[in-house]
């Protein structure tokens, strides 16, 4: 199956080929747009979220995908929220159980757990840390969409499947007619 | 081959015969499933439904049954001086032709 | 349309574009589908002990609670799961709003949906305010819920209770070691 597509290559003149590059790097640049308006238009900077730990099933497991949103109000008891903890890579995903809003700073005291955590998530922030802070949260979460996130579980898992993926993939727009 | 031509080309009748037949199904079966899955107020059957759908458009469109074959291509016949391209072997062949 | 392999894969694609039309079809029709959740909380008992957390000689409020809701309602047939919880809510000097989460249970299936418990206990969660003691305090108790969709948008409510019972001076008058 793959001598056509060579061929196919082969018989491609030099504007061609700029084309087939051209068309596939506008794709990436349109998928880069549609992330950062994304982005802009939630207020989180990270408006799509893969799952990537059971700590909060059964309401999601891992690969489950979540649309994140802030919001202007302050959050509330109940809310489900991404943060990061200062110093950790990947962000966590769990539900507010206690919070405090202080009256003369408007700042807010959060305690977060994972629904399927036996305890609260004090074991999880830094040494000494008690509460999380509004700066920390990265955004609520307002839809859900499951599976979808399972190829990038695999990928985390299996590191050689993104090269081959990523490879496939551009070797598939350059050879593909319109 | 210029672009015009390659997509001149790929609209033939049974084609888009095919592709109608696939398209108008899954969006047919979607429906269908949507509209039971919410009079019974249930989920699985609705994607049960389209599941169905999806294979039995499948099934409909994937063969290359006899009917997607009643409005085959007419080529035009091939010209004469496409001969002196081909290789030495190959006109040995066309010669030996009369000869059986 | 050439062969086999590129009717499948147009087949495969188009299914695939028109399946996200019926999860966004579905998300958005479960947000039209009506409910009317109801549920009260009724304290019983609140008690107050004094023991030594972080160092702090701090005050644990113990509280027994009825609860009684029925939110079989909020099942359509793209509800997965409700997360319910009881609340309460407070106001103290220092801060204007303080919640607690008291309780809680997630709920699977319209059969369990009808939650009565008497004589509930605060035992998986522990109620201590953010400073060693809570000051004069009175606390709102309220059923909260969310509503995990199959696919589509997280909605949550709650119902509210206006009976308060001020905190009541600890039972202990400081902790022995």
């Known amino acids: 199956m793959f001598e056509e597509e060579i061929r196919f290559l082969r018989k491609m003149n030099k504007r061609q080929l700029a084309q087939q590059v051209l068309n596939f790097l506008m794709i990436i640049s349109s998928a880069l747009m549609v992330w950062k308006a994304l982005a802009l238009y939630t207020n989180s900077e990270s408006p799509i979220v893969v799952v990537l730990s059971g700590s909060m099933e059964p309401a999601f497991y891992r690969g489950d995908l979540l649309f994140l949103g802030m919001p202007d109000e302050p959050l509330r008891v109940g809310d489900i929220c991404v943060f990061k903890i200062p110093g950790r890579d990947v962000p966590i995903v769990h539900r507010v159980i206690k919070l405090h809003d202080e009256k003369e700073s408007e700042k807010q005291f959060i305690?977060?757990?994972?629904?399927?955590?036996?305890?609260?998530?004090?074991?999880?922030?830094?040494?000494?840390q008690l509460w999380i802070h509004r700066e920390h949260i990265i955004g609520k979460v307002r839809g859900f969409l499951p599976y979808i996130g399972i190829i990038t579980i695999l990928m985390n898992d299996y590191p050689q499947l993104k090269y081959v993926l990523i490879g496939f993939l551009g070797l598939y727009m350059l050879v593909n007619r319109e | 081959m210029s672009l015009t031509a390659e997509a001149a080309i790929t609209k033939f009748l049974s084609q888009k015969l095919a592709e109608f037949i696939s398209?108008?199904?899954?969006?047919?079966?979607?429906?269908?499933?949507?509209?039971?899955?919410?009079?019974?107020?249930?989920?699985?059957?609705?994607?049960?439904?389209?599941?169905?759908?999806?294979?039995i458009t499948a099934i409909l469109v994937l063969p290359s049954y006899p009917i997607y074959n009643q409005h085959p291509v007419k080529w035009l016949p091939p010209i004469q001086i496409e001969n002196k391209h081909e290789t030495p072997e190959q006109k040995e062949s066309h010669s030996n032709e009369p000869m059986k | 349309m050439y062969n086999i392999v590129q009717r499948a894969s147009a087949i495969f694609a188009f299914a695939m574009t028109v399946m996200f039309g019926l999860l966004l079809s579905i998300a958005i029709s479960s947000l039209y589908i009506t409910s009317n959740p109801i549920g009260k909380v009724d304290i019983n008992e609140l008690n107050i002990w004094l023991y030594n957390y972080a160092n702090k000689e701090t005050e644990f409020a113990f509280i027994e609670m009825n609860i009684d809701a029925d939110l079989t309602s909020l099942f359509n047939w793209n509800t997965k799961q409700l997360f319910v919880a009881v609340v309460a809510e407070y106001e103290t000097e220092l801060h204007e709003l303080n919640q607690v989460v008291l309780w809680d249970s997630i709920i699977r299936s319209k059969e369990d949906a009808h939650i009565k418990g008497n004589k509930v206990r605060n035992e998986k969660y522990e109620f201590v305010d953010i400073t060693p003691s809570f000051g004069e305090v009175n606390a709102k108790y309220s059923i909260y819920w969310d509503v995990m969709p199959y696919v589509g948008f997280l909605v949550g409510g709650k119902t509210g209770t206006n009976q308060t019972i001020p905190f009541p001076v600890p039972l202990n008058e400081k902790v022995y070691n």
Do not use: S
């Open chain 1, 111 to 128: 305690l977060t757990k994972g629904d399927n955590n036996q305890v609260d998530d004090r074991g999880l922030y830094n040494k000494g």
């Open chain 2, 23 to 55: 398209q108008a199904g899954i969006i047919l079966f979607a429906i269908i499933g949507f509209v039971v899955g919410f009079l019974l107020q249930d989920i699985l059957l609705t994607f049960q439904i389209f599941a169905g759908g999806i294979i």
